[in-house]
């Protein structure tokens, strides 16, 4: 049970609270102006009045309290007390240990699962009144039993537990070379906000060990990134039938799938996932289920909880060997949005902080302002003298760049600027730390950065907006 | 004559007062509160988890719904939100709504809290999109909260505002289909103590409640937009809520049911003398092979099963009517068709009408049944389904010798009720994490007091 100094209370009231030896999660009496009401005094959430008693009533109702002149708090007496304060024996909030003692069956095929939190692992914090991101990996595993029939998790990594949107670098590296250490198909929960980056990060990272850093990418097996829109710990939540899926794709034969990718609701139904390609793949509705869209191709594949797969993309026999992480990434690179009225001047800034790359989002074919007042041609110019690698991409999302239909472009293109065909701002800009974390000569990031080394460039625009 | 019947018998029973709010949109959207008159644009499907409560548990009616598997499917029309399919989190509360509910929660004498806190009540049975139904506690009954009725004061125990569930348009074999348009107008509940002591009381208290309600000027008009859930007990029995009687005149009938329902149990309990053993369940599929029933036939061509249990000493009692229109079967079929089956067969029936007389027979015979002491229950199903519904009958039937269970019952239009899930427990509430308490401002409030209407 919580002290009362840990409760988020005022110091007035904590005080109050130490007087009467009254501790969060012990049924109390509160008298104020005539009205008597007795329930468990929870934990003060951060928002609001924190002079503000939270009572919850039997009835389950939680109501705030003002703990005024003349209010009394005492510890309740009445029949219900032993009943309730034996089940607030436990941490508010948390599981039932004897709840998450479960065994995996191990004729199933081996997967290890790496968490990372995000909305995956959260469940209501009864502190900030927000979503929690402290759970265990067997909480949320314990959610979705159906994963016993499916998969044999051997072993639960959780090297850390982040909001996705508090990551960088960093975290892609711990991610990469855990993965890469695993013998078995990898599951990774995480945060939604950047999942993509992740995703494109790691599919740069990793790759199997008999290839060079500036070729193709293959992986000996599936790496399959997962997260939700809804919290585990609602009815409704997103988690079990992304988590199923990805369990589907993690221990199939088929050989499309060793790759990276990530696996989520295909639409608001809980019917299907998409397991879409980590550098192809953007989070595109801030609540939806069906969020992360495959960006001007197909998904690899649509994956349905009974283990049906159909797969879109054709690709010879798995590679053997092993994996390996090639974590090397300058974290010098930064992402620049032009757009009408925008300050070129920052590109100075960038200069002068010592960055060594830059990926502009234009408008339209990735165009930026250049015969507007405030042109970006002269800065560009002058970055990329200094030794910056410019690459371009285009705000419409969908869509190939294009260095040379109108005058404007050619310009920029003139300047030393490149034109990344239809790679994703987001993954250009993950792609750039790793290519300058392998080299900085100008030619060679040019032509690693125009070269697919694992389908972030598509070879040709199909008709397809899904 | 029933009233002397209820002089005698000591009866609790309190009621809980729906009503939607005509307060221009929904509780926590912008969208309008009339339901849809166009067709519906999109089908979205669902499933529903079990979801731990606050305190580490898990709620038993969140429980059943997992157990029964079932798919939801709700409708999506031209006015539907991403709120209300829960693709979106809440917008911030209709303040329109929350003032009628304050000012209701005054007019009734009420406390109100310093800070309302949203909490979500966990709702599986696909009715609410998010898994939980939104509702905050915006007034808490105090000595000076009561309706005078012609037999003595009933006093209020709370008002919540909540949002509405979606409307449920039909279930099929596992699939419940529900139409978004009703899911999330504003709702204010009224719940009174259980200080009623008549049907006739419930009626009169359900009545006065309505009018004050009306006298708010704010509140919808016509079927549906008012109901009234019954919790009962009778001496001995147990707490059973009533819900969704929209008809006011059939709130005397349903408490009046329920009371001979519960009397009766009592009386079946006394009459088994504590001890009741039931045998199975049985696969009897292969009985039933060769069977001259159609319907039986039929389940088993299409790879259905049928089980059967044996309640020892039960013969005769399966007929026995609990309320009028209710025999004793009729309530465990209920039990069946609350797990997906269309229903149950048992030997107090005319097993004749079913062509099932040999079958029986047989049964007996194979399992050494006495025909005048064992009575045999048989469910023919897909076998999922069919085991469910089979264990969920033997359980209830187990319980006729040791108590009258408690349990959620919905109202059938002709004053009777049926089991629908157990009773939910306090563990189905947790605080909505996407929306703040509402800090209630006590300016406003006595500002509040001064325009409420006549009541």
């Known amino acids: 049970m919580a002290k009362a100094k840990d409760s988020g209370y005022s110091e007035r009231l904590v005080r109050a609270l130490s007087h009467g030896r009254i501790e969060i999660g012990q049924r109390v009496r509160i008298e104020k102006a005539g009205c008597v009401l007795e329930g468990i005094l929870m934990p003060r959430i951060e928002a609001g009045d924190r002079d503000c008693l939270i009572i919850k009533l039997d009835s389950g109702y939680n109501v705030g309290i003002r703990f005024e002149a003349g209010t009394k708090i005492s510890k309740a007496l009445t029949p219900e007390v032993k009943r309730i304060e034996a089940e607030s024996k436990i941490e508010l909030g948390k599981i039932k240990e004897s709840f998450l003692k479960f065994e995996w069956d191990p004729t199933k ?135 199923i899926c990805a369990s589907r794709i993690a221990v199939s034969k088929i050989s499309a799938l060793a790759q990276v990718g990530i696996c989520m609701h295909a639409s608001e139904s809980d019917e299907k996932c998409y397991f879409i390609r980590g550098t192809r793949v ?76 830059i990926i502009i989002e234009g408008t339209g074919f990735g165009h930026v302002p250049t015969f507007a007042k405030k042109s970006w041609i002269d800065e560009i110019s002058r970055a990329i003298k200094s030794g910056l690698f410019i690459g371009i991409t285009s705000q419409t999302i969908y869509g190939r760049t294009n260095p040379y239909v109108y005058r404007n472009l050619r310009i920029l293109n003139e300047c030393g600027a490149v034109h990344l065909e239809d790679m994703l701002t987001e993954v ?30 598509t070879r040709c625009s199909r008709q397809f907006l899904v | 004559m029933l009233k002397a019947v209820f002089g005698v018998i000591n009866m609790k029973c309190g009621i809980e007062i729906h009503q939607r709010l005509a307060v221009g949109h929904k509780l926590f959207c912008n969208c309008p ?49 991403f709120v209300e399919s829960d693709d979106e989190p809440p917008r911030p509360v209709n303040n329109d709504a929350l003032e009628v509910a304050l000012k209701v ?12 806190h949203i909490m979500r009540k966990t709702v599986l049975d696909g009715s609410n999109t998010s898994g939980f139904q939104r509702t905050m506690l915006v007034g808490i009954g105090t000595e000076n909260s009561y309706i005078d009725t012609s037999e003595g004061k009933v006093r209020i125990k709370d008002i919540n505002l909540e949002e509405e569930s979606a409307g449920i348009v039909e279930e099929t074999d596992g699939l419940v289909t529900y139409r978004l348009d009703r899911l999330g107008i504003p709702l204010i509940e009224i719940g009174t103590k259980a200080d009623i002591k008549s049907p006739s009381q419930a009626k009169e208290v359900a009545l006065k409640l309505g009018w004050l309600l009306r006298s708010t000027g704010k509140v919808m008009r016509g079927i549906g937009t008012i109901r009234q859930d019954i919790n009962i007990s009778v001496e001995g029995g147990a707490r059973v809520e009533i819900k969704g009687v929209q008809e006011l005149d059939l709130i005397e009938d349903i408490a009046k049911n329920e009371i001979a329902r519960q009397q009766k149990l009592l009386d079946i309990k006394k009459f088994l003398g504590g001890s009741l053993s039931v045998l199975g369940p049985y696969d009897v599929t292969e009985n039933f092979a060769g069977t001259k029933c159609k319907l039986i036939g039929s389940t088993i061509k299409s790879g259905g099963v ?30 069946a068709k609350a797990h997906g089956c269309k229903g149950l067969i048992h030997t107090d029936e005319d097993l004749e009408k079913y062509s099932l007389v040999e079958d029986f027979e047989k049964l007996y015979e194979k399992y050494n049944l006495n025909k005048l002491y064992d009575a045999i229950i048989i469910i023919a199903e897909r076998r999922d389904v069919a085991e469910r519904a089979i264990k969920a009958v033997a359980s209830r039937i187990k319980l006729l010798s040791e108590r009258v269970p408690e349990e959620t019952r919905v109202a059938n239009l002709d004053g009777t009720t049926r089991y629908t899930r157990p009773l939910p427990g306090g563990e189905r509430m947790y605080p909505e994490t996407d929306l703040p308490p509402i800090v209630i401002d006590k300016d406003y409030l006595h500002a509040l007091a001064r325009k409420l209407p006549e009541s």
């Open chain 2, 33 to 81: 509160c009339e339901l849809s008159e166009q067709k519906p644009t999109q089908t979205i499907k669902r499933r529903m988890r079990v979801t731990m409560g606050e305190l580490g548990g898990i709620d038993p009616a969140a429980a059943y719904e997992i157990i029964r598997g079932r798919e939801y499917k709700y409708l999506v029309f031209p006015e539907t939100c």
């Open chain 1, 109 to 243: 095929p081996k997967v290890s699962l790496i968490a990372t939190g995000g909305t995956i692992a959260s469940r209501v914090d009864y502190k900030t009144g927000g979503v929690y991101m402290l759970m265990r990996p067997e909480e949320f595993l314990y959610n979705v039993p159906e994963l016993r029939e499916i998969v044999n998790i051997t072993e639960i990594i959780n090297p850390f537990n982040k909001a996705s949107e508090d990551m960088d670098s960093d975290d892609w590296k711990v991610i990469a070379k855990t993965t890469s250490k695993s013998k078995n198909p990898v599951i990774i929960t995480h945060g939604t906000d950047t999942l993509h980056f992740t995703a494109a990060a790691l599919s740069f990272m990793l790759r199997s060990k008999s290839e060079k850093w500036d070729e193709t990418h293959t992986l000996p097996l599936p790496v399959v990134l997962v997260g939700a829109q809804r919290s585990s710990d609602r009815g409704s939540s997103d988690a079990a039938l992304n988590l």
């Open chain 2, 105 to 116: 929660a005054l007019m009734c004498n009420c406390n109100i809290p310093d800070e309302i």
């Open chain 1, 282 to 357: 953007r989070k595109m509705h801030t609540s939806r289920r069906d969020t992360f869209r495959p960006i001007g191709e197909l998904p690899i594949a649509e994956v349905w909880p009974d283990g049906k797969i159909l797969v879109h993309e054709e690709k010879g026999e798995r590679k053997g060997g092993a994996m390996i992480a090639d974590t090397k990434f300058d974290k010098k690179v930064a992402i620049l949005k032009a757009y009408p009225g925008s300050e070129p001047r920052m590109l100075r800034f960038l200069v002068k902080e010592g960055y060594n790359g």
């Open chain 1, 428 to 457: 250009a800009y993950v792609k750039l730390g790793y290519v300058l974390g392998h080299t900085k000569k100008f030619e060679k990031v040019k032509e690693v950065m125009l070269k697919p080394l694992a389908g972030e460039i």
């Open chain 2, 306 to 335: 049928v089980l059967a249990v044996v309640a020892k000493g039960l013969v005769g009692l399966l007929k026995t009517e609990l309320c009028p229109g209710k025999t004793l079967g009729r309530e465990l079929a209920d039990y």
